[in-house]
């Protein structure tokens, strides 16, 4: 089973930028799309964005659409997510999660494995 540890959350200014990492280990890391999440406090988790187990296609919730990106280095087994024009409703807990990718959907298929989490804050 794959393990995922997620960094590089932080506190930044509205507008500012951050990268956020998230390392697999214990699983061959090609067998699976990869997806960010986030939980702001008294709200749902939400979907972010995803990536295919190649990098070859990329699913992007509307508010993010043209300030996040998400990519994926298959050598490092590692998922990024760069976050520009950061906004105070960015602000949550984001986390990584892994699909085993045959037969999935990586936009609305069920992801079985999570990171613990990052803190994001975005001020004002």
């Known amino acids: 089973q794959v393990q995922l540890v997620e960094s590089g959350g932080g506190l930044v200014q509205a507008g500012g930028s951050l990268r956020l990492s998230c390392a697999a280990s214990g699983g061959i890391f090609s067998n699976y799309n990869m997806a960010w999440f986030r939980q702001a406090p008294g709200k749902e988790r939400e979907f972010v964005a995803a990536v295919t187990w190649s990098g070859g296609v990329t699913y992007y919730e509307d508010s993010v659409k043209g300030r996040f990106t998400i990519s994926r280095d298959n050598a490092k087994n590692t998922v990024y997510l760069q976050m520009n024009g950061l906004k105070p409703d960015d602000t949550a807990v984001y986390y990584c999660?892994?699909?085993?990718?045959?037969?999935?959907?990586?936009?609305?298929?069920?992801?079985?494995?999570w990171g613990q989490g990052t803190q994001v804050t975005v001020s004002s």
């Open positions: 999660a892994a699909q085993v990718r045959y037969g999935s959907s990586a936009r609305h298929g069920r992801y079985g494995y």
